[in-house]
């Protein structure tokens, strides 16, 4: 060896050893394969395969949760069925979802069909932890459960009970460690068929909950007072959901040209023109925006109105959940007899697509770190 070549081996080494040193210090770094894709990388300073690290999937500190990551992504997990095995009739999905710091709940009911009503004889609130095991009954009640929210100490939920000549609709309470069912709120409806009322929302102390596709309601977490009346219908699909941001209270009025409606915390209503964009199916909101999907597409809007909808994604379709957190807009969609879990920035960026399920998506909850979907069969978790 020459004393040039002795001295440029040194030099490449003492530059690898600084350069390797910067990486140990907590920088994270792509490394480019021969192939040219960026499937390594530097993580913390270790080095890591993006496309299979269960904790740096796709990206430096992406965790699964539990789950196996395949080319770069997440895969779904099956947290626990959505009936415990025992219902002898069919058994509907899991009609709404919610979520705290330990556990996911929902509502799934026994179906029983007589032609030409459809009694729902029996139903159940269940839960499960965040990170698996075995799946336990909340409450059990004697009608069909709909929307549901959850506290640090109750769940809400809403049910309906038909008979031929009108619907009953109640709010109920129960302890989320199990125990007595209360029921805090009730409401009828001069009609055997009633939409599905599927929102329960909670603010301060007060529960916001609908009533068939009908009505808006209100009633305190504690009870003992009369349930009011916020919005009604004054054509169809008045109120078949709600959002709630803690500033107002937003409903769609999907009549002959479809408006938001928007009520402040002193009562009064207002109007929002959605400047003819087909009717906000699903909404979620924050003090600044009102955020909705349909079939047609993925929308925002200011919550004071100041300008027309903004279209923010398209869609392929399918429309059945959304979510929305301080970062992200989350939906399903159906693509290729799937559902489709993606999700947009909340001021408008490339949609990507989180993760595909073989069962259409029923009802959608978030935390910090995943997202959780109930279906006909199953309650689901992939990570954000």
Request: proline share 3%; hydrophobic share 40%.
């Amino acid at each position: 060896m020459t004393r040039t070549s002795a001295w440029t081996t040194a030099l490449v080494g003492w530059v690898s050893a600084l350069s390797l040193g910067a990486g140990c210090g907590g920088i994270d770094e792509p490394v480019e394969e021969s192939s040219g894709q960026a499937l390594k990388a530097i993580c913390g300073g270790v080095r890591r395969n993006l496309a299979s690290d269960n904790h740096h999937c796709g990206a430096c500190g992406h965790d699964c949760l539990g789950a196996s990551c395949i080319s770069g992504a997440c895969q779904v997990i099956a947290l626990a069925r959505v009936d415990d095995g025992s219902v002898n009739n069919t058994t509907h999905a899991a009609n709404s979802l919610a979520v705290d710091a330990n556990n996911v709940y929902w509502t799934y009911y026994n179906r029983s069909n007589n032609y030409p009503y459809v009694h729902h004889n029996q139903g159940w609130v269940a839960k499960v932890s965040i990170g698996g095991g075995a799946r336990s009954t909340v409450a059990g009640i004697g009608a069909e459960p709909m929307g549901l929210a959850v506290d640090a100490t109750h769940v809400y939920f809403s049910t309906q009970t038909y008979s031929p000549w009108s619907t009953s609709v109640s709010l109920n309470r129960a302890s989320i460690g199990g125990g007595q069912l209360v029921q805090i709120g009730s409401t009828s409806l001069s009609s055997s068929i009633a939409e599905d009322g599927k929102t329960v929302s909670l603010v301060g102390d007060w529960v916001y909950w609908n009533v068939g596709g009908r009505w808006l309601m209100t009633t305190p977490k504690s009870g003992g007072t009369t349930s009011k009346k916020l919005a009604a219908a004054v054509s169809i699909n008045v109120a078949f959901n709600h959002a709630a941001d803690h500033s107002y209270l937003w409903w769609e009025w999907n009549a002959q040209y479809p408006v938001l409606g928007r009520m402040a915390p002193n009562g009064t209503q207002s109007w929002l023109d959605l400047g003819g964009v087909e009717g906000a199916l699903l909404l979620e909101a924050d003090a600044q925006k009102i955020y909705w999907a349909n079939d047609t597409g993925v929308y925002s809007m200011p919550t004071t109105g100041a300008t027309l909808p903004l279209r923010l994604a398209g869609s392929s379709g399918g429309v059945n959940c959304t979510a929305l957190d301080d970062k992200s807009f989350y939906w399903s969609e159906e693509a290729n007899g799937h559902d489709r879990i993606r999700k947009i920035g909340r001021n408008g960026s490339t949609p990507t697509t989180v993760a595909t399920l073989q069962e259409a998506c029923v009802s959608m909850a978030i935390d910090s770190k995943a997202i959780y979907v109930g279906s006909s069969d199953w309650i689901w978790k992939v990570a954000k």
